[in-house]
């Protein structure tokens, strides 16, 4: 679906990537598995010497909610995510490191608490899972 056509998105999920290879096709696809799909997903390259750039290619071209910034010069992850609030078209944003990954509900759970608790501003989790 072309993006000059999609409505605003609900959410914007912002990732900042430096040589993230190992994790990266992991943490996108655990955001590409979430129950709540009126999404779109910024995934900011931070000039990663690393095969990190390809996956986020592949990803982008496979799937219209991805939007991909590729930076020429390495800027930090901090000014990365700045650059992915700026980048950002959805009513509520949701951050994620290039190694992290989302349960599968984590975006609907989130977006109901704070539309049902609107004095709330910021909301997160934090969860260990361990495989035995």
């Not at 990365?80 to 190694?99: P, Q, S, V, W, Y």
């Amino acid at each position: 679906m072309n993006r000059l056509f999609m409505s605003q998105p609900i959410l914007s999920v912002i990732i900042p990537v430096y040589n993230a290879e190992k994790y990266l096709q992991e943490t996108i696809n655990s955001i590409l598995n979430q129950s709540f799909t009126d999404y779109e997903l910024i995934i900011l390259n931070d000039k990663s010497t690393d095969n990190s750039k390809a996956i986020i290619e592949k990803n982008a071209a496979a799937d219209s909610r991805i939007v991909f910034v590729d930076k020429i010069e390495n800027i930090g992850p901090a000014r990365l995510r700045n650059e992915g609030f700026e980048t950002a078209k959805g009513e509520f944003i949701a951050l994620m490191d290039a190694d992290d990954i989302a349960m599968p509900d984590r975006f609907s759970k989130q977006l109901q608490f704070l539309k049902e608790n609107p004095e709330v501003g910021v909301c997160g989790t934090f969860y260990t899972l361990f495989k035995m």
